[in-house]
């Protein structure tokens, strides 16, 4: 008996042994790929996914955020259950491009274990259109969204969407003139400062104070040939957006410029009448960065925490912008021809009345652009 006991106890205490070994392996493992919250520099092209926003529990609308959590799951970097509740990893996006809308600067903040390669290895998991282009070690407390001071976004249109409507233009011979490029900047620069958006977003009424946006900058750059067609490229950096407000300001000024509607409309539509605002196609949006001046101002050179900015990563941003969202925009509009569709409603609006026509311009926007995508950054833009 005094031998089975023995022989008892060493099972048990090589189990003991086995099971704290075990333990120390984990805890080790632990140790080398500790959890930090960190922020992932984000590019994509947003065709064929409905959006940016992960939508838990449906699988019929694919979203970005659906490869995102993918590859951090297959990639170690996250425990499986965190991807199905991603409050686990405190997971927060900048923005919330809409269906179609691209990115190549957009930002999320999550908690993930740091384990070696760890951008590479969450790219290996991930399709060709979507990359992981940076990574920074952020404050604990943290949240992309709520941190972030200001958003700015492109638009590139083929410039033909600025011929005057008098005149019978073709597609691939219009070229943009001085002259024009110069009345279009002039347009865009009425909507810098802080005005009432209530016309440009279907949200709000003319009183609710949310509707005050402040814009920093809006301008067109100086246009260029790909496949046979002019394009030009709309930047416009903002506090905040609504949803639809980028589309509703940029449709705005073509309607002006081509003829349909004169300057003061703009000034007008930021009154508390109701104004009948043409929307844009969404194909062109673009989400090109995120600003957080306010953060870097407190963290950026604490000597814990670098700044989030990525001047290092500008190349390989404009890199994936002209291999996979330039030529997305360029082969969809020849395609689809979505800006020569929506140019062909700009007639039945009615730019001098504030009440006829909007229905004719609602039921007209779902057939035309509604489906292409919209400008979502913030809570208003769901």
Request: charged share 30%.
């Amino acid at each position: 008996s005094g031998v089975v006991e023995r022989l008892e106890g060493n099972g048990h205490q090589n189990k003991r042994l086995k099971r704290d070994a075990d333990e120390d392996d984990a805890e080790d493992q632990n140790k080398k790929s500790p959890k930090r919250k960190i922020v992932l520099l984000m590019a994509y092209s947003g065709k064929g996914y409905h959006g940016m926003q992960r939508n838990v529990g449906s699988s019929q609308f694919k979203t970005i955020e659906d490869d995102l959590v993918s590859a951090l799951v297959q990639s170690g970097c996250i425990p499986e259950n965190h991807g199905e509740d991603m409050k686990k990893m405190s997971f927060q996006r900048c923005a919330r491009t809409d269906k179609g809308v691209s990115a190549a600067g957009q930002i999320v903040s999550l908690k993930v274990r740091l384990i070696d390669d760890i951008l590479e290895k969450i790219n290996n998991h991930l399709p060709s259109h979507i990359r992981i282009l940076g990574l920074k070690r952020v404050t604990g407390g943290f949240n992309s969204k709520n941190k972030c001071d200001a958003r700015t976004y492109s638009y590139m249109l083929p410039t033909f969407a600025f011929a005057h409507k008098d005149h019978d233009v073709q597609e691939e011979v219009y070229r943009l003139d001085k002259e024009t490029l110069e009345k279009v900047n002039k347009l865009l620069a009425c909507y810098k400062g802080t005005h009432n958006f209530h016309n440009f977003t279907s949200q709000k009424g003319p009183r609710d104070p949310s509707a005050k946006r402040y814009i920093m900058e809006m301008y067109c750059g100086e246009p260029f040939v790909r496949e046979n067609i002019e394009f030009a490229v709309i930047k416009v950096k903002g506090q905040s957006f609504m949803m639809h407000q980028i589309r509703k300001m940029i449709g705005l000024v073509i309607a002006i410029v081509k003829g349909y509607a004169a300057e003061s409309i703009i000034e007008r539509s930021w009154g508390e009448e109701k104004v009948d605002v043409p929307k844009a196609p969404g194909l062109g949006l673009v989400l090109e960065r995120v600003h957080f001046e306010k953060y870097n101002r407190r963290f950026g050179n604490d000597g814990l925490h670098e700044p989030l900015e990525w001047t290092e990563e500008e190349e390989k941003i404009a890199l994936f912008k002209e291999q996979y969202i330039y030529p997305t925009i360029i082969n969809t509009e020849k395609e689809e021809k979505s800006m020569v569709n929506w140019l062909n409603t700009l007639s039945i609006h009615d730019f001098s009345s504030s009440v006829v026509g909007m229905q004719a311009n609602n039921k007209n926007s779902k057939n035309s652009s509604d489906l292409e995508g919209s400008d979502g950054c913030d809570d208003d833009s769901d």
